[in-house]
């Protein structure tokens, strides 16, 4: 058995040469930012799918004909929907699981599959005709999304200098592209025809399945996993029996796994605290969640498809932005300056909307909203992580505390479920958003140290004690 385990790291270790000595084509960077950015493209548009299509779904699922959001027979759809969709949260505990499964295999394996994988749950919720189908493609995209494969991707092989202004940049043209859903929504979406919302998904779905694909031929592993396997297998038996007794003793392991990432999390200062701030934080995300609803309630079915095209470049551009920002100020000065810029686009998004400002305030509104908190959330949840995490378990720790981070979403969503019945849905925005925000700022600013800068590869479990 153990001679067995040798030879296939042997061969692993010789596999793993040959690519670390494999020369790139110059313009290797710029192919594969290309590629990663297509990736983005898909991950973000999974992500605002069905949010944007929820009250056409819910009419057609629910048999509401009077396509009212303000009806009673709405309000109940919500009260179906939104309790099934938060069960999808709990596939996040295997996400970690999963995730860190690129510390042992590789990440480029788990870039193709994340991204068929989000193509598919699409495909499933296309082709639903029964609640419990469209729950079913809801749980496979909620367990794919998340990953955000080609964020650890762009990380590791960005310059260090530029990792947040590559990062945001290839983020802001995937947001940008996401409007690409008001367009199809203008194109395929039908009043008159209830089952029209499903054609939104075709292109999308169509996307994601060869873009996955095509990933195996255009991207090659990174430079950063290929050092950090090519060293631990490099071993000997008693080396590795050393480093782990000495992991143990000083509690300073970097090996991969949920476990071992757990441990580090809530053992290492820097990292706590980033889960503490970053949990506080995600309960104000919700509002993502319900926007057509509100745009629906304030609007015509087509000047909410205008709304849908104009948000995500706004989203997109204060994205690109906030990727700049980053890196000139800091992470943390970011974040203050992110969060403050989310709370005033929110309230002038509700007064466009209640005072009919029309969907181009109202889109342009949104969009910078939310550019600023979902930029302030990749901050949290894996820029700070990452720049805080050594390179051996660095994919483990941050698929383990996003899922912690992202459980922050249960109590939005249970404030939500439970105020959205006794008040406008719009204020229950403002009720849950500032003060959840206010304390995760806060947080960042008195705890949590700058990681702006720092060497990925040369980071180790004590650089932040």
């Known amino acids: 058995m153990r001679e067995s385990k040798k030879n296939r790291e042997a061969i692993e270790l010789a596999k793993l040469k040959i690519l670390q ?65 938060m069960l999808s949260t709990f596939l996040l505990i295997v996400t970690p699981f999963y995730k860190a499964l690129a510390d042992r295999f590789g990440r480029r394996i788990f870039l193709m599959i994340n991204t068929m994988g989000m193509g598919v749950g699409m495909l499933i919720v296309m082709m639903s005709s029964e609640v419990w189908q469209y729950i079913v493609g809801v749980f496979v995209m909620s367990f794919f999304t998340p990953n955000d494969m080609q964020v650890l991707y762009i990380m590791e092989v960005a310059p260090k200098e530029k990792r ?39 292109i999308p779905v169509v996307l994601a399945l060869v873009i996955g694909f095509a990933c ?109 920002i980053s890196d000139r100020i800091g992470r943390k000065n970011a974040c203050i300056a992110l969060g403050a810029v989310t709370l005033l686009a929110l309230l002038v998004f509700i007064f466009a909307c209640r005072a009919d400002l029309g969907p181009v305030v109202a889109g342009i509104a949104y969009g910078i909203s939310i550019g600023g908190l979902w930029s302030m959330s990749d901050t949290i949840i894996l820029t700070m992580p990452a720049e805080s995490t050594p390179s051996g378990m660095r994919a483990s ?14 109590v939005g969503q249970g404030l939500f479920i439970l105020c959205q019945n006794f008040m406008p849905m719009d204020m229950v925005f403002l009720i849950i958003s500032v003060p959840f925000m206010a304390l995760s700022l806060f947080i960042i600013m008195a705890k949590v140290k700058e990681t702006k800068d720092v060497d990925l590869e040369n980071i180790t479990a004590d650089t932040y004690k």
């Open 21 to 85: 000595a494999a020369k790139k084509p110059a313009c290797y960077l710029g192919i594969v930012m290309v590629v990663l950015t297509i990736v983005y493209i898909v991950d973000e548009i999974t992500s605002s799918m069905n949010s944007a299509m929820q009250p056409y779904i819910l009419f057609d699922l629910f048999n509401i004909t009077s396509r009212d959001v303000n009806s009673d027979l709405y309000k109940h759809a919500i009260n179906v929907i939104a309790p099934l969709s």
């Open 164 to 202: 947040a202004t590559y990062s945001f940049v290839a983020k802001g043209i995937a947001l940008m592209s996401a409007s690409l859903i008001g367009v199809f929504s203008k194109i395929f979406l039908k009043e008159e025809l209830t089952h029209s919302w499903k054609n939104v998904y075709f």
């Open 216 to 324: 195996i031929f255009f991207v090659k592993e990174t430079p950063v996993f290929l050092d950090q396997r090519i060293a631990y297998l490099s071993l000997t038996e008693e080396e590795r029996k050393q480093n782990k007794l000495e992991e143990k003793k000083n509690n300073t392991s970097e090996n991969g796994g949920v476990f071992n990432a757990l441990k580090f999390i809530f053992t290492n200062t820097q990292l706590r605290w980033i889960l503490i701030a970053g949990f506080i934080f995600f309960v104000t995300t919700v509002y993502t969640s319900y926007y057509a609803t509100v745009l629906e309630g304030a609007m015509t079915t087509d000047r909410v498809a205008t709304a849908i095209i104009i948000f995500p470049l706004a989203n997109g551009i204060m994205t690109i932005v906030s990727g700049f």
């Open 397 to 410: 720790v941050m698929g383990t505390i996003s899922v912690l981070i992202g459980s922050g979403m249960f």
